[in-house]
């Protein structure tokens, strides 16, 4: 039961270009979506949030979009760099209970000189 | 920056064995988490802790997994006799509250081999 979506396995963009990450999710009951970074040997990474109140959220090179009605979010990375590759992954979770991640299978993320 | 670390970063053992996987989540959190990696899967939740007691579990967390704090610092996920399915990397989390900035913070993770 994939309750969080990632449908590209992998991403390949050139450096200073935009990187366009997607997840789609269908449980409606998450009203929290987060963004995580992973490389190698190392554990994920908090990147970037979004509530499920707002439709934008930006933090420097990444932005998060919300599309509630379509449950549809996307990472942008605006210029994207060497450093950014890594699988990122989408998660979500609901308001209630304790905040217990549900993770989409993630996007390897190569981002070429 | 405080961190999550985990140890060992690598735990081989024999299938019907017991291991025990550690953790020491960042010191003023307040909820805990392992999930678990299976190699080319996604990440998938196995249990949550609070209060010294278990919060949520999964379908996953079955009566072969246990967690305790047992120290106020350590947080321990043990598997008491291991099957080959069980390889996978463990991850903890910690989180400081449940507002809702208030994100979870994992560690390097354990990669557990189960031969």
């Known amino acids: 039961d994939q309750q969080v979506k990632q449908n590209s396995p992998s991403l390949s963009v050139q450096e200073g270009r935009i990187s366009i990450l997607n997840c789609d999710y269908t449980?409606?009951?998450?009203?929290?979506f987060l963004w995580y970074k992973k490389y190698p040997a190392e554990g994920p990474t908090f990147l970037i949030s979004i509530s499920s109140i707002k439709d934008k959220n930006e933090d420097g090179r990444f932005t998060v979009f919300l599309n509630k009605s379509a449950k549809h979010l996307s990472l942008h990375i605006v210029p994207s760099q060497p450093g950014d590759s890594a699988v990122y992954f989408c998660?979500?979770?609901?308001?209630?209970?304790?905040?217990?991640?549900?993770f989409g299978k993630g996007t390897m993320l190569l981002v070429s000189p | 920056e405080p961190e999550v670390t985990q140890t060992p970063s690598h735990q081989v053992t024999q299938m019907g064995q017991e291991v025990i996987l550690r953790c020491v989540p960042i010191?003023?959190?307040?909820?805990f988490y392992w999930y678990r990696q299976i190699l080319g899967q996604k990440v998938e939740f196995l249990v949550s802790?609070?209060?010294?007691?278990?919060?949520?579990k999964s379908e996953i967390f079955d009566d072969q997994f246990s967690v305790e704090r047992p120290d106020g610092s350590n947080f321990t996920l043990k598997i008491r006799s291991t099957k080959l399915e069980d390889s996978a990397m463990y991850f903890c989390?910690?989180?400081?509250?449940?507002?809702?900035?208030?994100?979870?913070?994992f560690g390097p993770g354990t990669r557990l081999t189960v031969l």
């Open positions: 989390a910690s989180r400081l509250g449940l507002a809702g900035a208030d994100e979870q913070f």
């Open positions: 449980n409606s009951m998450f009203d929290y």
């Open positions: 802790f609070y209060n010294n007691e278990i919060s949520e």
């Open positions: 998660a979500a979770r609901p308001s209630s209970g304790y905040s217990t991640l549900t």
């Open positions: 010191s003023n959190h307040l909820y």
